[in-house]
């Protein structure tokens, strides 16, 4: 009979905690959450010296996207989770090798597609760019140290490099972009992925150059500048539908 009990009292407990992990996050408590996570990612990056290549300020649209397949069922159908969701927290990934990428928790206010269950949740992602050390970085493909040519001496200084067609947002703001659960490819993207302690509760971002809007100045906008280039603005009608539709609706 004690064991009988015991069993249900630590189910019990196990179905409260995991009711709790999906109730609303108190908003002061997150407010206040997220000013510390921005004032340690702000510190960071004020130590760090920006690295631009040369031609990386040119932007463009991914040669491979074809307005004229997109449509708001495309966009929902093409990820596995479609969410509207608050970064809370960025991370950066000092052991990567040639491509800054930052880990990033996400708090899902609204699942738009997908499994419903993850409303109210905590993910992991990652966004292009980020902090990373001189020597896994500047390097030319003989894997010669080149850092000197940007006046970086120190091969284990911490650098910031940046996707100008992926750029990262910051601590605070609302997204809503796609996501597909995080499957390894082979054992060498598993190990890295341990590495940075991405393996469970891990989503990759799908299509961060076309679908991926951030939340500014109370809109919602494809984060992507190319886009809103005075040339690409009427070429990629159903894309800004879909802008359109999202800020009428979330």
Request: proline share 6%; net charge positive; hydrophobic share 30%.
């Given at each position: 009979m004690k064991k009988l009990l015991g069993l249900i009292v630590l189910l019990s407990l196990v179905l409260a905690g995991c009711s709790?992990?999906?109730?609303?996050?108190?908003?002061?408590t997150q407010t206040k959450m997220i000013q510390k996570n921005k004032k340690v990612w702000n510190k960071k990056l004020k130590?760090?010296?920006k690295v631009e290549f040369p031609g990386e300020k040119i932007l463009s649209v991914p040669s491979g996207?074809?307005?004229?397949?997109?449509s708001l069922s495309r966009f929902k159908n093409g990820s596995q989770l479609v969410v509207k969701a608050r970064v809370v927290n960025l991370e950066p990934e000092l052991k990567r090798v040639l491509t800054p990428e930052t880990k990033a928790s996400i708090y899902i206010d609204k699942v738009i597609s997908g499994d419903k269950s993850l409303t109210h949740s905590t993910i992991k992602t990652e966004f292009s760019g980020g902090l990373i050390r001189a020597k896994n970085y500047l390097v030319n493909i003989e894997g010669q140290y080149t850092g000197k040519q940007f006046g970086i001496k120190d091969p284990q200084?911490?650098?910031y490099g940046q996707t100008l067609t992926?750029?990262?947002p910051k601590i605070g703001q609302t997204i809503i972009l796609g996501l597909n659960k995080y499957r390894p490819t082979n054992d060498h993207q598993k190990k890295?992925?341990?590495?940075?302690?991405?393996t469970d509760n891990f989503y990759i971002i799908n299509n961060p150059e076309v679908t991926f809007w951030i939340k500014k100045n109370g809109e919602y906008r494809l984060n992507n500048p190319a886009f809103y280039?005075?040339?690409n603005q009427s070429k990629y009608s159903n894309l800004f539908k879909i802008t359109k539709y999202l800020n009428q609706n979330f």
């Open positions: 709790f992990q999906n109730q609303p996050q108190d908003s002061k130590k760090a010296q996207y074809n307005d004229e397949d997109m200084a911490i650098v992926k750029p990262m890295m992925y341990q590495k940075m302690n991405l280039q005075a040339k």
